[in-house]
């Protein structure tokens, strides 16, 4: 059996001590600025806070990836070597890395530091991992929200680094680091600034009627009568027109959460090494409640012992949820 | 010198689901009249779509060379399913045309042998670039949204290194690709069962906001803009940064006249004014955009942002 560990979600210095607490085996987290995915105000680390953080944790036992994920435009590269340079000098346990320029510094620069292979380089077969895996020593590979079990399973036996996948939060419908749906529309890209439909462009419209329309940079992304909820405008699950659905429909996906939690013993037994929550952009409460339900059904599942799967089901409880690919091919 | 600095015109893949036919009429005007350089040829975005154009894939190839433009392979850009792991092996195999590798698997499927790096392979800066080039990479083409800056910086390493540099100045820009399948799914069914309705579309399937405002084309399991990326103005700028190639992507209107007006415009046989005019009748209306180029939204249009 894997040693299935949790890999959970640190976006400010004190949702990190929260995940620590709560039995997190690893927590990730990055810099306030374009270096990684989750550049959204208010969150993320500074340097300092960094540095208190990775001596936080390591007390603890527990490890610290800091990502490093995004793509630099051109002309920009060192801002993400400075910040693997500042990461390493801090002493955290592995870089999550998706931009071929940035996995090879590291690799040369700081060899003795673990490379993780983020969602965003997209890397969803055997030769691609095997490509990360022979060129920059990539040691696990954090697996596409777009495999069934069984092709976990298939991809365990043929790469030679270890298996993450994610198990809990956002459910991504695009390739990640493919995916420029919110540069179009805001002029602020995701691969590059590290920003999806970023709230600074976000507008909720009401109208006479009592409706709501929720918009991104003035594109209604989905509309909502006076009864119901008004979600946010994420563009990969807003609402649209074609000319086969003139009533308007989710053409990519309903917003709908990822938990995998009733396929948790399945997919340790697959072989993946550690799950990853999703969440840095998450109040400290939900970390603590998702990170000790997770933490406890894992232990069970270790131990031998039936886990108590209803209270990680009860997590996403009044939200919709899907088991995604993970369960079905008819997903896709 | 004017003539040897002067950009190549290329045609990219088909990223859509065009019948058979179509597809040999479409190339065969291409062959006899459009004056592009280089044709870019593969099923990129659904590995269920390739046994369609299989067949006729020799014939066409013949006959783009026998009319004396240089054909260049396309490998998927999404590589998962095992017909997929096999046909990217298999393209990278060949040996008897230059190929463009979209994904991954198909870089470790080369090895070091030569190959061109495509618009799925995020080339966004110089480091990744020179570490590409180090591994056979001859030609990049890079990512549509890098903006003006970024591409001037990653042509000058692309071009120290010896590579050839192809942005894409025409047509609907790539803005997505998933696992699922969107066009089954407008039509209630699955990718497994999607009966090839994306077929249907030609030019994509128009996404509108409930305020009917058009934003988005689905293409399979590809999400497209609404606008027609052109940056016919900054086509000059381009050159002067050195891009070697410039990138006209089919879509369903006269690609042969959108070829002849690029080819005028850098010829300069055609003014500015003039050309945008003359692509604006081409493309019947559709909107044209050079947001990403100039840093903005993509899907605005800078008018005359930076005049050279």
Known sequence: ?332 | MAVTNMAKLTLGPIAYHWSAERRRDFYACIADEAPVDEVYLGEVICSKRAPFQEAELPTIIERLERAGKQVVLSSLAEVMLKRERKATEDLAAIDSHEIEINNAAGLYACGKRPHRIGPFMNAYNEATIKWMAHQGATHVVLPTELPAPAIAVATRAARDLGLGVEVQVFGRASLAVSARCYHARAHGRTKDNCQFVCEDDTDGMPLITRDDRPILRVNGIQTQSESYIDLMPEVKRLAGDGVTHLRLMPQAVDMVAVAQVYRRALERRLDLSEAEAVLREICGGAPFSNGFFHGEAGYRRIANANPV
């Not at chain 1, 040693?3 to 085996?25: F, K, Q, S």
């Not at chain 1, 801090?90 to 870089?95: R, S, T, W």
């Open chain 1, 1 to 332: 059996m894997s040693l299935a560990e949790l890999i959970c979600p640190a976006g400010t210095p004190a949702a990190l001590r929260t995940a620590v607490d709560a039995g997190a085996d690893a927590v990730y987290c990055g810099f306030q600025d374009a270096t990684n995915a989750r550049n959204f105000p208010g969150l993320n680390f500074t340097p300092d806070e960094l540095a208190a953080s990775v001596a936080y944790a390591h007390e603890k036992g527990t490890k610290v990836l800091l990502a490093l994920n995004t793509y630099p435009p051109a002309g920009k590269v060192d801002l993400w070597r400075q910040a693997a340079d500042t990461g390493a000098r801090f002493g955290v346990d592995a870089f999550i890395v998706a931009d071929m320029g940035v996995a090879d510094y590291i690799a040369r620069t700081h060899p003795g530091i673990r490379l993780h292979l983020s969602v965003q380089a997209a890397a969803s077969s055997p030769e691609a991992i095997r490509y990360y895996c022979e060129n920059f020593g990539v040691k696990r590979v954090v697996l596409p929200r777009i495999l069934t079990i069984p092709e976990i399973r298939q991809i365990r036996e043929e790469i030679p680094c270890e298996i993450e996948t994610f198990i809990f939060g956002n459910h991504g419908l695009m390739v990640e680091g493919r995916c420029s749906l919110t540069n179009y529309l805001t002029g602020q890209s995701t691969n590059m600034d590290g920003v999806c439909s970023p709230a600074s462009d976000v507008e909720y419209v009401r109208h006479d009627d009592g409706s709501m329309s929720s918009q991104i940079a003035g594109f209604t992304i989905d509309c909502f009568g006076s009864d119901e909820k008004a979600g946010y405008p994420t563009i990969c699950k807003g609402r649209y027109t074609a000319p086969h659905r003139p009533e308007g429909y989710y053409a990519f996906e309903e917003p709908i959460s990822l938990n995998l939690s009733r396929l948790l013993p399945e997919l340790i037994e697959a072989g993946v090494h550690a799950f990853k929550i999703e969440g840095r952009q998450r109040s400290k409460s939900y970390v603590r409640n998702v990170v000790r339900a997770f933490r406890a059904a894992v232990d069970d599942i270790r131990a031998g012992r039936e886990a108590n799967i209803a209270d990680l089901v009860a997590l996403t409880e009044g939200q919709k949820q899907t088991q995604g690919a993970f369960e079905t091919k008819k997903w896709r």
